[in-house]
């Protein structure tokens, strides 16, 4: 193998973990409290990230735009979104899409931040 195709796996593993390492410290934070399993919740992980994403950027959340988003049917999103609503993470409001609950509400940015440093750092 030549010296590029080793520095482009390197680079490729790196990414790899860091973005398994960041979901497994998601999952720590706000799933395994709850007794929920990091392997069978990747995709609900994935689901919240979007709704998570929807949120920050002030765009109702709802599970057809975040179907759309990830290509997921509209069917499992929302029941995942149920799911959300069930662990307490999220709740309804009153036009029928999605709000965090108070708890999410009070996201601990230096805390993410810290995230991003430690697994880009790897990169640097």
């Known amino acids: 193998m030549q010296r590029e195709e080793m520095e482009l796996l390197t680079v490729r593993a790196t990414l ?20 929920r399993r990091f ?6 992980m994935i689901v919240y990230g979007a709704a ?22 509209r069917e499992t999103v929302r029941r995942h979104m149920g799911r959300l609503v ?3 993470l999220f709740e309804r409001a009153q036009d029928q899409s999605f709000v965090p609950t108070k708890e ?6 230096e805390r993410a931040l ?8 790897g990169l640097l």
């Open 52 to 73: 998570m994403l929807s949120y920050g950027f002030g765009t109702p959340v709802r599970a057809l735009p975040i179907s759309r988003y990830l290509e997921m049917p």
């Open 86 to 88: 069930a662990l307490g």
């Open 114 to 121: 810290r995230l991003l440093r430690h697994g880009t750092a």
């Open 16 to 35: 790899w973990r860091m973005e398994i390492e960041l979901l497994r410290e998601i999952h720590r934070y706000r799933f395994a409290k709850r007794g």
């Open 104 to 109: 999410l509400r009070k996201v601990e940015i």
């Open 39 to 44: 392997g069978s919740d990747v995709e609900l």
